[in-house]
């Protein structure tokens, strides 16, 4: 494949949210053709049955010896499986991605399992939504998010800048380049803390009578996504555990703060403490 | 006035965010005269200007002689001093109403300084945004939210029935009525907290650097009410500090939970808090 050339085969493995909607977004764009793998069937005939995929198998190695690009849209405990053991069967010169919202577990493993003709390029699309699985995907999905790669020693500049390219073709406003350890502790904060804190209000509310009456719109954005996938979820919480952990004792520290500030009615701390969230928030696009 | 009658005179005092939605959602009836109480002189200009209020004050003595009902929206303190220094300038039978997210306090000032031939009726409308000022109002802001009234000893029930009907007028979906103390208990934990946890979260990213490569919606949504009114809510703050201080103990000790389930690998017991969480919101309409 040459770089940037979408005129090549791509393969989506495991058509649910995500790999859905990349396939959505892909058949937009002179591509070669698009490939699905998915255990499930009927999700693949559907994917064929409306034309986002031109063939799909539940087997994948009849699959990966005709891709030029493949895209692993699983979970990551399942991602690191199927690298594992589709490793011998990648064509060689194949570009490899994933979407993984956890990527120094899932670039060890692609490094320790794949030969040296096969280029893997960590990415995590920063899209997705309380919903889940082929009915929930979009085209759209990823227009306008942010989508991040994670290189590692192994990659090279044209490998890294495909996946660039098809970040960008499919509607992401921004693709950077991080290191997965800081790509890890960050993401643990922007997104897996919104989602320990939306858990948390959710359990809370589950002793509380007539809550609907007193629901507002911050109420509902704290819990939007309570509703979650419990597989994935419990795979992240597993893998960056550490980060975490950290995560939740800093959102710790900084209740007890202003637990203290409203005990003292230390008004002038409070002012801190709103000046710093006000400005805090500006700062986000 | 006549119970459920909007062709009398109504006064809004203070055309803030609130205030300024209230004479905009009134302005579609077929009310009376609309007049405004607010000490920003330019502001008053605007509304007479664009045919929000018929006529605008900032002394409060000329316009209250003349109001069948009084719809207070400042800030919680504000209310309670506008209510002692104008309690002996109200018409007698006038219906007095506040929109404020605090009712204990509101209710006890009223009670105490008011005579028995004006009613103070109680009303949070669970409407608002993270914008302030007679600029950020609309007509619409009420539309399809929630709108508490908290009854006290000394209302009639052709007093609520009144702010029942002006509540739905303006675009409400439900209208209840709850005591003040469960009002304020609820309130903690459906607006309070999310406003706690937005702070704490906005505080948290002033240390980090290149945050926007990382935000997915969960924390947009999470930190959207971190650009706050300072003044509005120093006050809730101060004025329900032992319930919110007990809603942050309640989120301090689920995040604890989490954590320790996150830190044991205990996948059993996140599975009971993803089950409740994902029940827990699905209540929430």
Chains 1, 2 share one sequence.
């Not at 949210?17 to 764009?29: C, N, P, V």
């Not at 999700?43 to 009849?62: H, R, T």
């Amino acid at each position: 494949m040459e770089e940037g050339d979408f005129r090549s085969n791509i393969t989506v493995v495991g058509l649910g949210l995500i790999g859905g909607s990349f396939a959505m977004a892909l058949r937009q764009f002179n591509v070669g053709r698009i490939f699905g793998i998915d255990i499930d069937e009927s999700v693949l005939n559907k994917a064929v049955a409306c034309g986002v995929i031109d063939e799909g198998a539940s087997n994948a190695d009849e699959i990966l010896c005709k891709s030029d690009m493949v895209i692993i849209a699983l979970y990551p405990r399942d991602t690191i499986e199927f690298i594992k053991n589709y490793a011998g069967y990648f064509r060689p010169g194949t570009i490899v991605t994933d979407t993984c919202g956890i990527k120094q577990p899932i670039i060890e493993a692609a490094k320790k399992s794949l030969g040296s003709d096969v280029e893997f390029v960590g990415g995590h699309p920063m899209a997705g939504n309380e919903f889940q699985g082929f009915e929930a995907a979009s085209r759209d999905l990823f227009f306008d998010t942010n989508y991040i790669i994670t290189p590692h020693e192994s990659n090279s500049e044209s490998g890294m800048a495909v996946i660039e390219k098809l970040a960008a073709a499919i509607g992401c406003k921004c693709v950077t380049r991080i290191g997965a350890e800081v790509h890890d502790r960050m993401i643990s904060f922007t997104s897996q803390l919104p989602h320990i804190v939306a858990i948390s209000f959710a359990n809370l509310m589950m002793g509380e009578k007539d809550m609907n009456l007193f629901t507002g719109r911050s109420f509902k954005d704290a819990t939007r996504v309570a509703v979650l996938n419990k597989e994935l979820w419990t795979q992240i919480f597993r893998m960056n555990n550490l980060n975490i952990i950290d995560r939740i004792e800093d959102m710790e520290n900084m209740l007890h703060n202003l637990k203290n500030a409203i005990n003292a009615q230390d008004e002038s701390c409070l002012q801190i403490l709103f000046d710093n969230a006000i400005k805090g928030k500006r700062k986000i696009i």
